[in-house]
C-alpha cells in the first residue's frame, strides 16, 4: 500500500468531502467517525505511515459494517447476468464519480471547495490540474508564477527593437493559414499601426488564422525577431484589446505547468479565482503587525503575485509572502534557545 493519494481522481480529501455532502445519510456513524478524526488540512498532510494506518482502520470499519448489513439481508443466488455485470470493469464515465455541487456547497466551502467548482474548470481540466498538485481554490491561489514575461505597454511597430521582448498594439490587415513543408501547418498574419507593418506566425497553430477577423483591434506580446529586415514574431502571446488584459501588455504570468495545460488556459482560471475566492484567505499576520513592517495584507500580496500592477507591487507581494514563509522557521529557533 503506497499511500500516494493517486488512486481517487483530484486526492481522497475531496473525494471525503463530496461524500460527507451527498452520502451522509447512507454512512454508518462509525464510518463518519473515521472520516472526522482526519487533521483539518486532510489526509494528504498525513505522512505514509499515518495515512496507511488510517486507511487500515477504516477499511476494518467498512469491512465490520458490510458483514452487519450482509447479515441483514436473506441470500440470494447470483444469477447468469449479475454474475457478467460483476465481472466486467464499470463503464461509467470518471466525471459521474464525483457528484456536482451546488451554490451552496460551494459557499461552505469557501477556498476548501474543489478546484472543478470554478466555472471555467470542467473536470477534465480538474483531473490535469491535480497532477500538480492543485485540488482546491486554497491550492490554485497559492500556485504562484515561476516567473513574469516583462511584455509592457505597447509601443509603435516602428519602434520595435530585435532580440527584445516587446508589445505592439495593432490592428490585423490578414490572417491565413499556411503550409510550411509537407506536414507543418500554421497561422500567418499582417498587423500594423499607423507606424509600419509586420508578420506574426503560429507554427502548429492553424486555428488561430480563423480568430483573427480582418480589421480586429490586438495586442501581441513576443521577441522580436528579424526577417528581411523587417520585425517579425514567431508564435507570440496575443488577445483581442481591452482594458483587462491577461496574456499580452503587462508583467504576463508564466507557470511551471504539466502537458496538456497550457498557460492561456490558466490565467483566465486563476483571475476567476482571484475575483472570487482571494478576499476569503485567512490572514495569519495581526493588523498591527502588517502596518508597523510595512507588510500587504494576503489577499493583495497573492493578487499581485500572480498579476502585478507593476515591478514594485511584485516586489512587494515577494517581500510580505517570504516574511511569512520564514516566520514560523524564526519562531521554531528561538524556542530552541
Known sequence: MRCGDRAVTAGLDIFLTNLKLHEASQLSDD??????????SGYRALPPARRRQWLEDTLAVLKGAHTGAAASRPARAPTQAAGAIAARPSQRPLV???????????????????????KRVPFALAVKFDKLGVHTV????????????DY??????????????????????SAKERQFGYRLRASEATVGDATGMMTCVWFNQPWIAKQLPTNAEIVVSGRVAEYQGRPKFDNPEWEIWSDDLLHTGRLVPVYPLTAGL?????????????????????????????????????????????????????????????????????LTMLLRR
Open 96 to 118: 459521474e464519480a464525483t457528484p456536482r455541487l451546488t451554490p451552496d456547497d460551494v459557499a461552505r466551502l469557501g477556498v476548501d471547495a474543489p478546484v472543478h467548482a470554478l
Open 138 to 149: 486554497r491550492d490554485l491561489l497559492l500556485f504562484f508564477p515561476r516567473r513574469h514575461a
Open 31 to 40: 464510518v463518519l467517525g473515521r472520516i472526522q478524526i482526519l487533521p483539518g
Open 262 to 330: 497550457p498557460n492561456r488556459t490558466v490565467r483566465p482560471v486563476m483571475r476567476e479565482a482571484l475575483d472570487g475566492y482571494a478576499h476569503a484567505l485567512p490572514d495569519p499576520l495581526p493588523d498591527e503587525m502588517r502596518r508597523r513592517l510595512g507588510l500587504i495584507p494576503i489577499a493583495q500580496a497573492v493578487a499581485q503575485m500572480h498579476y502585478p500592477s507593476d515591478r514594485p507591487a511584485l516586489e512587494a507581494a515577494r517581500r510580505r509572502l517570504a516574511f511569512e514563509e520564514l516566520l514560523p522557521i524564526q
Open 152 to 173: 509592457g505597454d505597447p509601443v509603435p511597430v516602428s519602434q520595435l527593437e530585435f532580440g527584445r521582448e516587446q508589445t505592439v498594439r495593432a490592428h490585423v490587415w
